[in-house]
């Protein structure tokens, strides 16, 4: 029996493939590296000295995922695959709407075809929208999301539930991310996004190496501690275990749908973030404040209670170690 993961060569997916080879699970990945290379493959190996099987396959391509799933038995799917950036979302929807959600729907039509019955779906926090308390716990339901790509989240969590109401053998995770930086310890794999990134922490090691001049932090008047953004980081490779923890708890809970924050449950601001990267690498990060970036939020932060409670999850590491495992990969590549 293998586990299918999807998007496995992306950044979060290539964390998680090293944590399931690492427990010794059997394991096929496909991705079609629209936003990671091939030599991922090599590295993950390289970190885990063990093997694995890899499609280079579109998930929109249903004849070769019918293939995937008639050469393997599958018996659960971890589906990563999906374009992610927000401000892309705003300009090109009708792709986002097609990768992301044309997607998902052919990956449940051919698990249903195979009899393939459990999945773990990487959500976001964005599907809280707004609700007005900064500590975003499962029980605020879905909100309205700003912008197409956290729209494709909280659909695909609807045609999620919709799918279990049709078929109640079905056993559904869907994993809520909070703000996952960091890299492999090894500094082997880890987020080198191409171009001008857009997140904070690729922003950050960009500048470190000297590839950028200097930050931007966007708006430094919010109500919060030091008046610059608040989010909850998080360790990717805390993130991974979580993935690993979820596909347990669908083992023993048997069919439904479950849902769980992933985050740290602590909020730290675009300041301190910047500040503990200086300090644990010793380098020095220029920034400058400038205006708040349209439709980003003061601050939110997760409440895990539930991961903990029901998947016995938590994370573990520091901000100091997500900072030293960025720029250590970074240096590496
Ligand atoms: P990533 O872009 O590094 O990984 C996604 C992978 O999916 C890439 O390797 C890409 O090539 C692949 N892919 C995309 N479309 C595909 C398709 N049609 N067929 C096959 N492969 C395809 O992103 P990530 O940060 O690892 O995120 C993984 C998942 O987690 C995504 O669904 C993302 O939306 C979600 N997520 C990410 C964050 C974050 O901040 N990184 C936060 C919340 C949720
Ligand atoms: N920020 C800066 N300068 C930058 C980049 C970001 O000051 O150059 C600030 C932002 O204003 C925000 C914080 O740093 O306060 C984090 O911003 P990111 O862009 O790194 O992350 P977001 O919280 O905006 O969004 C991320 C993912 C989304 C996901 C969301 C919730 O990119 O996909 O977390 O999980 F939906």
């Given at each position: 029996m293998s586990i299918l993961v999807t998007g496995g060569t992306g950044y979060i997916g290539s964390h998680t493939v090293v944590e399931l080879l690492e427990i010794g699970k059997d394991i096929v990945v496909v991705d079609n590296f629209s936003n990671s290379r091939p030599e991922v493959i090599e590295n993950i190996k390289k970190i885990t000295n063990k093997d694995f099987k890899f499609y280079e396959v579109d998930i929109l391509d249903e004849e070769k995922m019918n293939q995937v799933f008639q050469e393997n038995e599958i018996d659960a799917v971890i589906h990563f695959a999906g374009l992610k950036a927000v401000g892309e979302s705003v300009k090109k929807p009708l792709e986002y709407y097609y990768n992301n959600i044309t997607g998902t729907l052919i990956l449940l039509k051919v698990m249903r075809k195979y009899n393939c019955k459990k999945i773990v779906f990487s959500s976001s926090?964005?599907?809280?929208?707004?609700?007005?308390?900064?500590?975003?716990?499962?029980?605020?339901g879905r909100g309205v999301p700003t912008n197409p790509y956290g729209k494709t989240k909280a659909m695909i969590e609807e045609i999620l539930e919709d799918t279990y109401n049709a078929d109640k053998n079905m056993s559904i995770s869907i994993l809520r991310y909070f703000n996952p930086i960091g890299a492999h310890p090894s500094g082997i794999i880890g987020e080198n996004p191409q171009g001008?990134?857009?997140?904070?922490m690729p922003y950050i090691q960009k500048v470190a190496i000297g590839e950028?001049?200097?930050?931007?932090?966007?708006?430094?008047?919010?109500?919060?501690k030091d008046g610059t953004g608040v989010r909850d980081y998080i360790h990717v490779q805390d993130l991974a275990v979580g993935h690993l923890k979820a596909l347990e708890y669908l083992e023993k809970k048997g069919s439904g749908v479950y849902i769980h924050n992933l985050g740290n449950g602590q909020g730290y601001s675009v300041l301190e973030i910047i500040n503990t990267f200086e300090k644990v690498n010793n380098v020095k990060i220029p920034y400058k404040i400038t205006d708040r970036r349209p439709g980003d939020l003061d601050m939110f932060y997760a409440d895990p209670t539930k991961a903990k409670n029901e998947l016995g999850w938590e994370n573990k590491k520091s901000l100091e170690d997500m900072c030293r495992d960025s720029w250590n990969f970074m240096k590496n590549n």
């Open positions: 926090a964005t599907v809280y929208g707004n609700p007005g308390n900064p500590k975003y716990v499962e029980t605020m001008i990134p857009n997140n904070l950028l001049k200097e930050v931007s932090v966007f708006g430094n008047d919010y109500n919060t």
